[in-house]
């Protein structure tokens, strides 16, 4: 069991940021990101995140004409844009990354097959998507996660294949708190939850 | 910045459990669960999640026609089975759980808006989950994620209104070590991951 601090970082007291001050991140930071959150479960460990992390001038003008205007002015602003994609054949790497299971690329291939890839995509790389923003905050960096934006622009821009897909951006760095949102009201746990 | 046993207890030594000791896991617990996992970020403060805490005979009975076979038994026997939904009208909401933006219930509304509706709980509702299993962790319990059942039969049995529909479906107790899978290779920084 985490004590109360790593609680409130985590969870209780962590808030969405809409500014950063300007102190960097650095590369080691965003390789220990990944080595923490790539050991959260997937679905057969189909681990279907890509990750794109932006933080040059040029990779974040490529961003720009993607994004939505509430969105533009931080995340220019921000050290990090990761953008959370996914890996559309995804379960090509099966073989390698869920040997126990020969036959697990085969559940995936075929036309009849691609709702299920898709939800599979979905699922799993919006899983991978929240692991990134608990281990962002674990390691002590603030998110701005979003989803307020084209992700065609974004997948023509960074995903020339046709293979990623783009799923949401997070901006990564130390957030501004006299840019912190009043926090609006969560659900209820009887609106939100049953007992059976 | 977490501790290192925090980190290893959230990621690095969690491990997906397939058999659970004969250990309750109380409704306090699960408040518990819920009051940490809903402070997680979702697009527009939308939080589609919606959880069936199923512990009882009755319960598990009603969910054992929709598991696959190597799903069932440790389903059967473990303290409390979460089925991950969403609500597919989470906009409605929005009024109250989004009052800066008079406008976001409207976003949702529409024929033309059914697939940006979709994927707007697809990706949030797949975000809580993920928080969800990490809070778990955090307070001390131990979770089994599975996407291995017919999700229609699970949507018959708990969601006969057709409004809320099942994501996925986790575990939750103490794990049994003896059950634990040997652990599959991860994805290397530079297959999942890119500067620009």
Redesign the interface.
């Known amino acids: ?3 109360d601090q ?2 409130d ?4 007291e ?1 808030r ?1 940021q809409n500014g950063f001050i300007d102190k960097p991140v650095s ?1 080691e930071q ?2 220990a990101l ?8 997937t ?1 057969m ?1 189909t ?1 279907p ?8 001038t ?2 974040k003008e ?1 961003l720009a004409p993607a994004l939505s205007p509430g969105n533009l002015d931080k995340t220019m602003k921000a050290p990090v844009t990761a953008i959370i994609a996914y890996d559309s054949r995804f379960y090509e ?1 099966l073989p ?5 299971n020969p036959n697990a690329k085969a559940a995936f291939e075929g036309e009849e097959k691609k709702a299920h890839v898709q ?2 995509a ?3 790389g ?6 990134l ?3 962002a905050r ?3 960096l603030e ?1 701005g ?1 979003m ?2 934006f084209d992700n065609a622009k974004v997948d023509a821009a ?1 995903f020339p294949d046709g293979r990623t897909k783009s ?2 951006l997070c901006n990564l760095g130390y957030g501004d708190p006299s840019k912190v ?1 009043p926090r ?4 209820a ?1 009887d609106e ?5």
Chains 1, 2 share one sequence.
Do not use: H
């Open positions: 069991m985490l004590n790593a609680l970082t985590l969870f209780r962590a969405t590369d965003l390789r990944y080595e923490l959150m790539k050991w959260g479960p679905t460990n681990q995140a890509r990750l794109v992390f932006v933080r040059s040029a990779g490529r790497n390698r990354t869920f040997p126990n939800t599979t979905m699922r799993n919006s899983l991978q998507g929240a692991y923003i608990l281990a674990a390691l002590g998110c996660p989803s307020g960074f799923n949401f949102f609006n009201p969560r659900l746990f939100a939850c049953t007992l059976a």
